[in-house]
């Protein structure tokens, strides 16, 4: 400890804040590196937070963030997805029972969805494109996103129902259609009902996909060019297919049928 001198003609207050003060000691405290520096109880307070609780470190395979005491971490649902906090220490996440709500469910499949007149809902918005959308730098500069993910590939089976919801204020001017080609030369009707007006509450397109609707479709803007992206549809319409053999050469199967029809019709 400093030496603390005092005279025999200093007061009491003197000699009490000179034998009280902590900077012959322990320096300015403003210099400490801790967010308390207004008492040297607090600062080291701050210190034995951090030190006995070093907490974890939250990635998410790009990004990290340290938790420690003090912190708080939020976890926030999604479509079909729900986080719940039922103790201090247990956090519960839960997938929906509705597997038919993901359209993404590259293994589980799809489940029929339309009993009792059900149907799954596809949100979708409108965003700029990315270079995660297959036609950016084409067409117009926004897109759509199904469910928030930014023009996807989707696949629709026959027997459901879809409903691509237009409700949130982004598809104001953006109607959703679907179209035999991305360039929208043909649009495809079959099925197909709209609701309302894009961008306005209870707005919506809607399909009934049957084994006659084409296996390949294209959910596109009707007033702007290439915001959307193709569908698969397993059905038992087929489309511009070609053929090849083993080779990798085509084979037109058409053409011959058509000249053995043609020489039995004339003889």
């Known amino acids: 400890m400093a030496v603390r001198s005092v005279a025999t003609t200093d007061t009491l207050g003197t000699f009490r804040t000179t034998f009280n003060s902590h900077a012959t000691d322990t320096g300015d405290l403003a210099s400490l590196g801790t967010t308390a520096k207004g008492s040297l109880v607090a600062a080291i307070n701050e210190i034995n937070t951090s030190v006995s609780a070093t907490g974890f470190i939250l ?39 509705d597997l038919s709500t993901n359209i993404y469910a590259d293994v589980v499949g799809h489940q029929h969805n339309t009993t009792s007149g059900t149907h799954t809902n596809i949100v979708v918005t409108v965003a700029s494109k990315t270079a995660a959308h297959i036609y950016q730098g084409t067409g117009s500069s926004n897109g759509y996103k199904l469910d928030g993910v930014e023009g996807p590939f989707i696949e629709l089976k026959p027997g459901n129902t879809y409903r691509f919801d237009q409700s949130d204020g982004t598809n104001s001017g953006h109607p959703l259609l679907f179209y035999y080609d991305a360039a929208k030369t043909t649009a495809f009707s079959t099925g197909v009902t709209t609701n309302g007006t894009p961008g306005s509450a209870g707005a919506y397109t809607q399909i009934v996909v049957a084994d006659t609707t084409p296996h390949i479709l294209y959910y596109q803007c009707s007033s702007h060019g290439y915001m959307g992206n193709r569908i698969g549809v397993n059905s038992q319409v087929l489309q511009g297919v070609s053929f090849v053999d083993t080779t990798g050469t085509a084979v037109n199967f058409a053409s011959t049928n058509f000249a053995i029809a043609q020489a039995v019709a004339l003889g």
């Open 59 to 97: 990635s998410d395979g790009s990004t990290t963030q340290t938790i420690v005491a003090g912190n708080t971490m939020t976890v926030t649902g999604s479509s079909g997805i729900t986080a719940a906090v039922s103790a201090t220490d247990t956090l519960t996440l839960s997938l929906s029972n």
